[in-house]
């Protein structure tokens, strides 16, 4: 039994794409989409249609909610006409109403359909924003697989992929197919293979596609320019493979200054994107001690 699982295409089409073509090649029995189809990039609408067309079910993740909520205008009114929310109304438009109740009537969770001890969710059970990371206590991760129905979860949210064996079962973080934030652009999506005796290995893989087109995208579909401050933040998060765009609110916030392009060249200038995520914080809170500072 083989089971691919991806996750965070975050409306990379060519991304998709090229895992698409991938998984044709490796004798895969299902696929399972781990959420975040959507969000961060131009081409949402491209792949909700892709995905549909695959017939690939998938679960919701927070960026789901997050354009469902602004397509319905069931968010802070300011954020309705705020520049500074322009990229996330660009995105919810894009998408338009019908592939917005598509996207809203996701399940949280999908047990596949030949393995159901294989369990698949953006975050955890608990929550699409909750992310399962290098630092997340044992504990923690030992609840994750404590229901004795499941033998592997499949999660995503952080655009890291990783593994743990734990007592209670295997937990792997499949990554990012559209946008990874572990220096190495390529799509990511995770294999899982059962062998005869119900046994498990998981298989990480990575698939080169056509990243330049994929920016030229962002100009050629009006996003990069419409977005603002953060369309241009997305776009070096794809040259990168790294995270600029929370790294930058999260400076802003600490510095009390407005998230605007004057501020973002300033935050550029001080940012190094290599960090470990403990080292950014660090590195963000003793900015943030200089600039209030003077």
Known sequence: MRIAVLADI???LRALDAVVDDIATRGVDEVVVGGDIVGRGPQGAAVVDRVR???WPSVRGNHEDYLVAFSREEVD???????HWNASRWMAAELGTERVDHVAGLPMEHRCVKAPELLVVHGTQSSNTEGVYAWTENERLDELVSDPGIDVLACAHTHR???FERPGGL???VGSVGLPFNADWRAQYALFDRDAFGGWSVELRKVAYDRERFLQDYEETGFLAAGGVTSALLYKEVEHARPFLVPF???AEITEVEPNEEHMKLF???FDPTLSMKELWSQLQGIARKERLG
Do not use: A, M, Q, Y
Request: charged content about 25%; aromatic content about 8%.
């Open 10 to 12: 975050h409306s990379n």
């Open 53 to 55: 067309e695959l017939g």
């Open 161 to 163: 992929p990783l593994t």
């Open 171 to 173: 937990i792997v973080n």
């Open 249 to 251: 609110l999260k400076w």
């Open 268 to 270: 550029l200038e001080r």
């Open 77 to 83: 009114p300011d954020w309705l006409v705020s520049d």
